[in-house]
């Protein structure tokens, strides 16, 4: 654990331009909780790289219906209509984002939006059009501004700069057979093929799979298109979370566990051949209460430092650094002193 003295030299010296190749980043998610802290305080905060606003959190099943989004206490209950007239879940008024998202610009950061999450789970891409069309409306919504777009912005003239899947869906019945991966990889060939070319600057995607290998959700689209980074969740599944990894990094007689950091970097390595380059970072949560259904997969930070050095310099060049879920349960874990995240930076 760092001392006082130590940390606040650290977040002096942790303010700077972003750096897609560095292996010292620290991925925080932001949105969910009726307490959470602002997105300005989090966009304050030195030892935070890449902010993931969640959720936008249902998707259209036809042209000219709007997704929904949920950022939680972060936005009032007024809600856009949708071509059809009909009252979508897109809220219009988070005036506290747009203020957020700015004091990210001016603090070097990267904000993604990301698509997903845990609840509600009963969102697909029935077709390769409508995750085009989703992809369009997001990039016009969300991305830089465009005089030619005539549809809703809810956070202004801020723009997002790029996107993360966290697709966490299960329906039962199924709607259709491969409902949790189809059409996925057509959505980020969009954006990073299509859209992002269009407009000046860096756009990111990036995919946050479960620990275990290969994932269900994600992993047809991370062989079939690009993504920048990926923040595995080593939490919310024993079998292979945070605590397998100190139990192994830690050991005098180097015990085999069911970490699977090493098998992920081998499975890239072999699939994600759209962007060979795509690096891979190690997800945790930023206190017990962050994953109260897998309170082992939390690390304390002496025990995260032993497992982040290990695998930072057994993987130099494929390492990107850390995902923490979420912004106010680190900044409630502070750890004597900083944040969680101020450690793991």
């Not at 995919?207 to 080593?234: E, M, T, W, Y």
């Not at 209460?289 to 057994?314: C, F, H, I, M, R």
Request: glycine fraction near 8%; hydrophobic fraction near 35%; include cysteine.
């Amino acid at each position: 654990m760092f001392s006082r003295s130590v940390a606040l030299g650290l977040l002096a010296s942790t303010v700077s331009a972003f750096d897609a190749s560095a292996s010292n980043n620290v991925a925080m998610y932001w949105g969910q909780g009726s307490n959470q802290i602002s997105l300005k305080e989090l966009c304050n905060d030195p030892s935070v790289d890449i902010v993931n606003l969640a959720f936008v959190n249902q998707f259209p099943k036809k042209r000219g219906e709007y997704p929904a989004t949920n950022f939680a206490n972060a936005c009032d209950d007024i809600f856009y209509k949708d071509d059809f007239g009909n009252e979508s879940g897109l809220r219009s008024s988070c005036p506290t984002i747009i203020q957020g998202m700015q004091t990210c610009r001016d603090n070097g950061k990267k904000v993604l939006l990301s698509i997903g999450g845990g609840y509600p789970t009963d969102y697909y891409l029935k077709t390769r059009d409508i995750a085009e069309y989703l992809a369009d409306f997001l990039w016009g919504a969300f991305g830089p501004p465009d005089a030619q777009w005539t549809g809703p912005r809810p956070f202004g003239n801020q723009y997002v700069d790029g996107f993360d899947l966290d697709l966490e869906a299960y329906m039962t019945p199924e709607p259709f057979t491969g409902y949790l991966s189809a059409n996925y990889e057509h959505l980020v060939n969009r954006w990073k093929n299509v859209l992002f070319p269009t407009k000046a600057g860096n756009f990111y995607i990036s995919g946050a799979p479960q620990c275990v290998v290969p994932d269900v959700r994600l992993s047809d689209a991370i062989s079939r298109s690009h993504f920048d980074f990926i923040f595995v969740q080593f939490y919310n599944t024993p079998l292979c979370n945070a605590r397998r990894a100190y139990e192994g990094v830690s050991a005098s007689n180097g015990v085999v566990t069911t970490f699977t950091f090493d098998t992920w970097v081998t499975w890239l390595k072999q699939h994600s051949t759209v962007n060979p380059n795509v690096k891979l970072y190690l997800g945790l949560p930023a206190d017990k209460g962050a994953a109260p259904n897998d309170q082992t997969s939390y690390l304390e930070p002496s025990e995260a430092n032993t497992v982040l050095k290990y695998y930072k310099n057994k993987y130099p060049s494929v390492f990107g650094g850390v995902m923490l879920w979420e912004a106010t349960f680190n900044a409630k874990n502070t750890c004597n002193g900083p944040t969680y995240a101020t450690n793991m930076k």
